[in-house]
């Protein structure tokens, strides 16, 4: 008597395209106007104005209030012209009304982010981020693994920044979260092309005195290699630091 075989069930295809969605503000603010320069020199300022704008989605006090919204931020300075270019990217509208009249270059403009990325398309791209590495807060216990949560240490060397951003790459075939647990961005690059700025540091004072955040930009071209993980990419950011102005990816 024969025993029918069992098989395995295949697994699924791999998606070869994923669509993003996302609300695009930019905002120009004069660089010298007071509102503007506290900004420039308080990190935790920066995060107020971002999220200024999204008032009453989420209830008062949620810890999450900006990952709920999916809002993520970036921003430029031009001293020769003293305007500050703010970025900000939502899973829903912003209302900006509330900004200081007299700081604003010209009126916010807005618009609907809506674009299908498939495995292959070629994309620019510019990105700052905050480039750490996690190690042991204390010695080794017995265990052979140091004690505590650990701690952030910042990488300042463009290096050191290319391999950080290198690990979060994604060859084809590859999977969207890397052995080590670091998850991929969806795209690869040829590392030795992109180029790299290690930028200022910003702090923060009063109750947020000691935050000090690295950051570095990063352009480049991706090719994607997984549509489903870049658009998370896209949608979640990058690294540490997301509510200080870094992890936004932009495309074109």
């Known amino acids: 008597m024969n025993t029918p075989r069992t098989t395995e069930p295949a697994p699924a295809p791999a998606r070869t395209a994923a669509r993003f969605v996302a609300t695009h503000t930019l905002i120009t603010l004069d660089a010298r106007h007071p509102f503007t320069a506290k900004s420039l020199i308080d990190a935790q300022d920066m995060h107020r104005i971002v999220m200024s704008g999204f008032r009453g989605w989420v209830d008062d006090g949620s810890r999450d209030a900006r990952a709920q919204m999916k809002v993520l931020s970036s921003w430029t300075v031009d001293l020769s012209s003293a305007r500050l270019s703010l970025v900000v990217q939502s899973a829903v509208p912003g209302d900006w009304s509330g900004l200081p009249r007299a700081a604003l270059v010209e009126p916010p403009h807005s618009l609907v982010v809506d674009r299908t990325f498939r495995t292959g ?5 510019r990105t700052v981020v905050n480039p750490v590495s996690s190690r042991p807060a204390g010695p080794p216990g017995a265990g052979g693994r140091g004690s505590g949560r650990g701690v952030r240490v ?7 920044v290319k391999a950080w951003f290198a690990r979060r790459l994604q060859p084809a075939g590859e999977p969207a979260v890397a052995p080590d647990g670091v998850v991929r961005l969806g795209a690869d690059t040829d590392v030795e092309r992109m180029s790299l700025r290690i930028l200022p540091k910003v702090s923060s004072q009063g109750p947020h005195k000691g935050l000090l955040i690295s950051r570095a930009e990063i352009r480049g071209t991706l090719t994607v290699t997984d549509p489903q993980a870049l658009t998370a990419a896209l949608t979640h950011g990058v690294g540490h630091a997301r509510a200080y102005s870094c992890g936004l990816i932009l495309v074109r």
């Open 154 to 160: 910042p990488h300042t060397r463009p290096e050191h």
């Open 121 to 125: 398309d070629r994309l620019d791209f």
